[in-house]
């Protein structure tokens, strides 16, 4: 079932649907990872959802802003969440495959380059959700993590940035795959549920054949023992 749901603090709405999937807390928290600077000029989302980092990011700067949607269900719904806030100027969505980019956008295009992507490989042995729709999502079908950087290598501009939340499992394969195409790790943030659990996420910033040296950030924790939100997750909320 759609519904109309306020983007956590942002001023903000956005469609969602119960029978896809509802954006999730990496999706604020990326936008909010990302340093946007004047000669920034242009920014690129991929694997879109339903556009919560395009329209987070629109808080943070007046720059034109494309997002890679692949499935027509969720791209409709980000379409509709970007006319509800009257961001169509600023905002544009495309119903597209990201492995076909090359053919739609020349190399060297972008300044900053974001991606919440499908985190799990597939394999024989996956348990995959009978929604397609869900399962495309979560799951690499459509793209896979070297598909993807390979792709941002080339839409990147020198010096560029990429901005990818991921699962912290899956480290040690996205810096080897970051580094072999030129996009070297700069600034790394893990997210963590609460104090005293593992890590399940981190976001990871990289730059199109930037110099050695990466920055460690303090630790981000989602949750107090009781379950309520840290405060530092509240101020990004707000």
Known sequence: MEVLNDLVGKNLKIYQDDD??????ESILLPNFVTINLKDQKILDLCSGNAPIPLVLSTKTKKKIIGVE????????????IEINHL?????ILNEDVKNLKNIFEGDTFDIITANPPYFKTSGNSYLNNNKIKTNARHEKSLTLEELIKIVKYLLKNNGSFYMVHRT??????????????LMPKK????????????????????????????VMDSLYIHNEDGSYQKEILEIFN
């Open 20 to 25: 896809y999937f509802k954006f999730s807390l």
């Open 70 to 81: 692949l499935q027509k269900e969720i791209f409709t719904l980000a379409k509709k969440s």
């Open 88 to 92: 169509e100027d600023q905002i544009t």
């Open 169 to 182: 499992e899956r480290l040690i394969e996205i810096i080897d795959l970051l580094k072999s195409n030129n």
């Open 188 to 215: 790394i943030q893990f997210i963590y549920p609460k104090k005293g659990s593992s890590s399940k996420l981190f976001m990871i910033k990289a730059v199109k054949n930037g110099k050695n040296g990466l920055e």
